[in-house]
């Protein structure tokens, strides 16, 4: 071992000293193809553009060159290296059972993140969701990929993809984007970027009539013009109180699938208000029992605008990881967000405590929580957050 080690170290020295920037350039290339591949997953440009075998390419190569800087550029000891890769195998096997393996890929990019500029990922980020959107939306303008449109039952509005697979996917990746930008500006913005994120706000529910993410969005725009009564309040709330609210919130999720029943009236009204939500969670339960790692559970949703008789999807990203990821992952899952918390009250970045919230909101309703190309605050944990920069 210590013969490895040291082996490890020479080549690690020889790199740093003759590619300084090698450690960077590697990540941030890595990651652009990534969040290019599971951006493009989410668009009707599967199998127009880019084969399913591509999309497999375009994620394991930048595993394999985020594996490698975190084994020749980064400095984890050995014991912090055997965990990683410990923690990788029962991923893979966990994706192996669920047949989805978002949570192994994402994996290497969070501890792959160390000594990272979050700037320079949050503008990749950014760059290339904007890329995919728009090479989305010029094929499906040009009629080459269908632009996916749908009508609620309840409601006459028509609710357009513009090139993504479904509406509210397209309105929850504006809304991660959304976040990603006011992190990068510290949550300080000029009049001009207040009306944008406005008037972006009510374009997107114009399309996509996804009341959720308007309600999100609204919330956003309002954390960040009263930015200061809440850095003021943050400053006073313990990192446990939140861990705890978070965890709270997030088996307050699963309690409500479980024990849904349209006997019980205010079930049945939050019920509605989520699109049926609660009932195919109550169907998870009911069909399958909670794995310890992971299980496959066959799923049928509207993505792509298909006609759909058997419909069955768990939209919970805490119900999906319960369920599909197992009682393992989902403690895992926890535990980041708990030392997240703690990462962001220690540096006293209360911007990026807002942003968790927004996300651990968001993953009670919606299944974006693991995907890299949505989420970009788990990378927070191990990356470089500009401490220096901060706003007081």
């Known amino acids: 071992m210590e013969n490895i080690v040291n082996y490890r170290a020479k080549i690690q020295q020889k790199l740093t000293t003759k590619f300084p920037g090698l450690s960077n350039w590697s990540y941030l290339t890595a990651l652009a193809i990534y969040i290019l591949a599971t951006s493009l997953k989410g668009t009707m440009l599967v199998n127009f553009l880019i084969t399913e075998r591509g999309l497999f390419y375009l994620s394991a190569l930048p595993a394999a060159l985020v594996l490698f800087k975190v084994t020749f550029l980064d400095n984890y000891d050995w014991k912090e290296y055997i965990i990683f890769i410990l923690l990788e195998i029962i991923l893979f096997a966990v994706g192996t059972s669920a047949n989805e393996f978002q949570i192994f890929y994402l994996m290497f990019f969070i501890v792959g993140a160390k000594n990272i500029n979050i700037d320079r990922i949050l503008k990749v980020f950014l760059w290339v969701n904007l890329f995919v959107i728009a090479l989305a939306f010029f094929f499906s303008m040009m009629g080459s990929v269908k632009n996916v449109i749908i009508t609620r039952g309840d409601s006459p509005a028509v609710r357009y993809a513009l090139g993504a697979v479904y509406p509210t996917d397209l309105a929850s990746r504006v809304f991660f984007m959304m976040i990603t930008y006011a992190v990068l500006k510290r949550f300080k913005f000029s009049i001009a970027e207040y009306v944008s994120y406005i008037a972006l706000t009510l374009l997107t529910y114009i399309v996509t009539d996804t009341r959720i993410d308007l309600m999100l969005m609204c919330v956003l725009i309002v954390s960040i013009v009263i930015y200061g009564r809440f850095d003021a309040l943050f400053k006073h709330v313990n990192v446990y109180v939140l861990s705890l609210l978070s965890t709270a919130y997030a088996f307050c999720i699963i309690l409500l699938g479980y024990l849904y029943t349209p006997r019980i009236g205010l079930l049945e009204k939050i019920n509605g208000f989520l699109s049926g939500r609660l009932f195919f969670e109550k169907v998870a339960f009911e069909n399958y029992n909670i ?95 500009n401490v220096e920069d901060k706003l007081n």
Request: glycine share 8%.
């Open 291 to 385: 794995p310890l790692l992971g299980q496959f559970i066959y799923q049928n949703g509207f993505g792509g605008g298909f006609k759909v008789y058997d419909y069955f999807y768990i939209d919970s990203s805490f119900v999906r990881t319960l369920m599909m990821h197992g009682l393992i992952v989902f403690v895992l899952m926890l535990l980041l967000i708990c030392l997240l918390f703690a990462k962001f009250k220690k540096l006293n970045l209360n911007y990026w405590i807002i942003c968790l919230i927004l996300v651990v909101l968001t993953s009670g309703i919606d299944q974006h929580l693991w995907d890299i190309s949505y989420n970009f605050v788990f990378l927070a944990l191990m990356a470089n957050l």
